[in-house]
């Protein structure tokens, strides 16, 4: 039971345009939802995180939002940079603990 | 750099012999969790350790084990390795009492081959 999906496993855009990354859940009780970048050989990096008493949050060119009553949450990159090619992933947990589920992964290319 | 460390970063180990991969977590944080992360998939939670006590597993079998130190450090040991244990192991450390903020840190990983 995949309770984090990610639909997408990759994802191309142009050096300045918005990326636009999305993940679906199922399990109710996940009330805090973060994304995590990972580059090649490396662990996951924190990125940016929403609580679910929160709809939208921001920090600098990365916002993520939360529409709970569909159990999505997206993560926007405005503009999209080279750099920013990795591969990202959706996690969520509950709110009894700090153990995360995460989601497949979207490839993310930003072409210059 | 997330102040989590994980050795070895890889190792080629022989079907049916025994793992073990070291993690030291960052300053203050008390809990430990390890993951799995096979090739093309999302990481998939091992277990945790807060205090030097297992405090929930996921869908992994027993001879998936670990330890953690009174420093807070930990082990996680594999034993009779079968070909798709081999993936990458993530060690993540956290506060016990989360909070809203961005407090849970993964390490580099080890790269576990098993031929």
């Known amino acids: 039971d995949q309770q984090v999906k990610q639909n997408s496993p990759s994802l191309s855009v142009q050096e300045g345009r918005i990326s636009i990354l999305n993940c679906d859940y199922t399990?109710?009780?996940?009330?805090?939802f973060l994304w995590y970048k990972k580059y090649p050989a490396e662990g996951p990096t924190f990125l940016i995180s929403?609580?679910?008493?929160?709809d939208k949050n921001e920090d600098g060119r990365f916002t993520v939002f939360l529409n709970k009553s569909a159990k999505h949450l997206s993560l926007h990159i405005v503009p999209s940079q080279p750099g920013d090619s990795a591969v990202y992933f959706c996690?969520?947990?509950?709110?009894?603990?700090?153990?995360?589920?995460f989601g497949e992964g979207t490839q993310l290319t930003v072409n210059p | 750099e997330t102040g989590v460390t994980q050795s070895p970063t890889h190792l080629i180990k022989t079907r049916g012999q025994q793992v073990t991969l070291r993690c030291s977590s960052q300053?203050?944080?008390?809990?430990v969790s390890w993951y799995q992360q096979a090739l093309g998939q999302g990481p998939q939670f091992i277990f945790q350790?807060?205090?030097?006590?297992?405090?929930g597993r996921g869908n992994f079998p027993p001879r998936f084990s670990g330890l953690q130190f009174p420093n807070y450090s930990s082990e996680l040991n594999v034993n009779a390795l079968e070909l798709d244990d081999s993936a990458l192991y993530l060690c993540?450390?956290?506060?016990?009492?989360?909070?809203?903020?961005?407090?849970?840190?993964f390490g580099e990983g080890s790269w576990l081959t098993v031929v």
């Open positions: 350790y807060y205090r030097e006590e297992e405090n």
């Open positions: 399990n109710s009780m996940f009330d805090y």
């Open positions: 993540a450390s956290s506060l016990r009492a989360v909070s809203s903020g961005n407090t849970i840190y």
């Open positions: 996690a969520a947990r509950e709110t009894s603990g700090s153990r995360l589920t």
């Open positions: 300053s203050g944080h008390n809990t």
């Open positions: 929403i609580s679910s008493i929160k």
